[in-house]
């Protein structure tokens, strides 16, 4: 016996689909993409449940006649974090449209999910440590993968992963704030993963920040509970009677930075590295923003002065430009280094010359800039015109020279570890930096960059470019020893 669907769009496009009774849902939701020529997506009954793909048409209580949304959300695609001066492996996983997850890149590092494949399905959101994924289901529990010591097995509190609302992750592990407010963590115990000795005081937590090695909670009554390794931000008790109030949290590598209501600013960890302000602790009023480096901090205080501290090699110490360092509206940061964009659109540059401090070779063009994107060690500017202006480590896409004709009308840039990526208004893309992956390198996909969308990179050499009809393309390399990325069959297309 035959039933007819009626499958809808939230657009309000519609198809009515014809299949046999014993037909599987899989099936309907094939024949409905096909018919209105989307990519994939999830049918929802009409009291917003999502059917299983796996039982058949009868089995999910469908006549005919009935209508069904098809609900195609947005590709997203996360990428493994860089670790502090560490060149790592490449990973990425993707939530397609229909909810399903996809892997790709260094098994190592969380490019290979098949030991759970089956259970990444309705996938809500996805975050990443160095080492590991962990995916947050619709229902609210949490699946994890990649390198076990350090966040890909949750096993040992999987029981408690449940309504689970986001997760944070340090570089070797993740903290998980529930529904209720408390925090279930994971992976390994100097990164962070054992929370053991605070886990009675982490109750109504509204907000959890991560350094490298440890995490900090803001708590509903702006207080502020730490735990992870304690000289690098995990103990924060001589300064504990001071967190009260805390509006937002910075952190660098080593040390957190924390914005209090009156705007002022306590700190704590690595003194070396940001955790001691004592040097600028008055000069920390009326504190709107805070940037971080990966060893120092740069505060934008009410005025649009900016006040400097940590490590002096690393963008601690701006005295040299500290007179340019007016009108401030905005802070970017390199590994080692600040970007300042003031009102009137010039930049002002500080901190590791090798990594972007030094700008004088381009100063004269840096006028009427819009917004800056940096890479490792390398900065690129988009002027008001759409043109781009980049400077610093020239391998890490400081040097943007042999593709500068074709940098016009630039929309958007993003970066990898030792890369840039530029969306033109035309939906193509302009590559530049590693010798690993330059533009010469991406000339055999320059082709198939149209209609781009988005672009995530990972923290080395790869790129993962989403493109208008929902399809990921992936370029560069995987490993240190640039082994190619494998893309998975899902990902190209995305339509079947």
């Known amino acids: 016996m035959g039933i007819s669907v009626d499958v809808r769009l939230i657009s309000g496009r519609r198809a009515i689909v014809e299949l046999e009774a014993d037909a599987s849902v899989e099936t309907l939701r094939q024949r409905a993409q096909s018919a209105l020529a989307v990519g994939r997506g999830r049918l929802l009954n009409s009291a917003g449940d999502v059917l299983n793909g796996t039982t058949t048409l009868t089995q999910a209580g469908l006549q005919s006649g009935d209508a069904l949304l098809l609900h195609i959300s947005q590709v997203q695609v996360m990428a493994a974090k860089l670790q502090c001066d560490i060149v790592t492996g490449s990973a990425f996983a993707a939530i397609l449209g229909d909810g399903r997850l996809v892997t790709w890149g260094e098994p190592d590092y969380g490019g290979d999910s098949s030991a759970i494949?089956?259970?990444?399905?309705?996938?809500?959101?996805?975050?990443?440590?160095?080492?590991?994924?962990?995916?947050?289901l619709s229902d609210g529990s949490v699946v994890t993968w990649g390198d076990t010591d350090f966040g890909g097995d949750s096993s040992a509190v999987q029981e408690q992963l449940k309504h689970v609302q986001q997760i944070q992750s340090s570089d070797g592990a993740f903290a998980a704030i529930l529904r209720d407010g408390s925090v279930v963590t994971w992976g390994d115990a100097d990164y962070g993963g054992d929370s053991s000795a605070v886990q009675h005081r982490l109750k109504n937590v509204k907000l959890?920040?991560?350094?490298?090695?440890?995490?900090?909670?803001?708590?509903?009554?702006?207080?502020?509970?730490?735990?992870?390794?304690?000289?690098?931000?995990?103990d924060s008790s001589l300064v504990q009677d001071r967190l009260k109030d805390v509006r937002q949290i910075q952190a660098c590598f080593y040390a957190f930075a924390a914005i209090l209501g009156d705007g002022s600013v306590v700190t704590w960890g690595f003194d070396a590295c940001g955790g001691d302000s004592s040097s600028v602790q008055e000069q920390l009023k009326h504190v709107r923003h805070i940037q971080s480096t990966d060893e120092a901090f740069a505060a934008i205080l009410a005025d649009g002065s900016v006040v400097t501290w940590g490590d002096s090699e690393t963008g601690g110490d701006s005295s040299y430009v500290q007179d340019q360092l007016?009108?401030?509206?905005?802070?970017?940061?390199?590994?080692?280094?600040?970007?300042?964009?003031?009102?009137?659109?010039?930049?002002?540059?500080w901190g590791c010359d090798d990594s972007g401090g030094d700008s004088s070779a381009v100063q004269h063009q840096l006028k009427k800039i819009q917004q800056i994107q940096a890479s490792t060690d390398a900065f690129a500017a988009i002027l008001d015109d759409g043109s781009v202006v980049a400077w610093g480590a020239s391998e890490n896409g400081g040097d943007c020279s042999p593709v500068q004709?074709?940098?016009?009308?630039?929309?958007?840039?993003?970066?990898?570890?030792?890369?840039?990526?530029?969306?033109?208004?035309?939906?193509?893309?302009?590559?530049?930096?590693?010798?690993?992956?330059?533009?010469?390198?991406?000339?055999?996909?320059?082709?198939?960059?149209?209609?781009v969308q988005q672009i995530q990179t990972s923290?080395?050499?790869?790129?993962?470019?989403?493109?208008?009809?929902?399809?990921?393309?992936?370029?560069?390399?995987?490993?240190?020893?640039?082994?190619?990325?494998?893309?998975?069959?899902q990902l190209t297309p995305l339509s079947a």
């Open 117 to 136: 494949q089956d259970r990444l399905q309705d996938v809500h959101h996805v975050q990443a440590s160095t080492y590991a994924f962990a995916a947050i």
């Open 208 to 234: 959890v920040q991560s350094a490298a090695n440890a995490f900090a909670a803001i708590l509903a009554d702006g207080s502020v509970v730490t735990w992870g390794e304690t000289g690098l931000g995990g």
């Open 326 to 349: 007016k009108n401030v509206r905005m802070i970017q940061s390199s590994s080692h280094a600040f970007a300042a964009i003031r009102a009137d659109g010039s930049v002002v540059t």
């Open 405 to 451: 004709d074709r940098l016009r009308n630039v929309s958007q840039i993003q970066s990898s570890g030792f890369a840039f990526a530029a969306i033109l208004d035309d939906g193509s893309a302009v590559t530049w930096g590693s010798d690993d992956l330059n533009d010469t390198t991406a000339s055999s996909v320059h082709e198939q960059l149209k209609d």
């Open 459 to 489: 923290s080395t050499h790869a790129f993962a470019v989403i493109l208008g009809n929902g399809s990921v393309f992936t370029w560069g390399f995987g490993t240190e020893e640039h082994d190619q990325i494998v893309v998975p069959d």
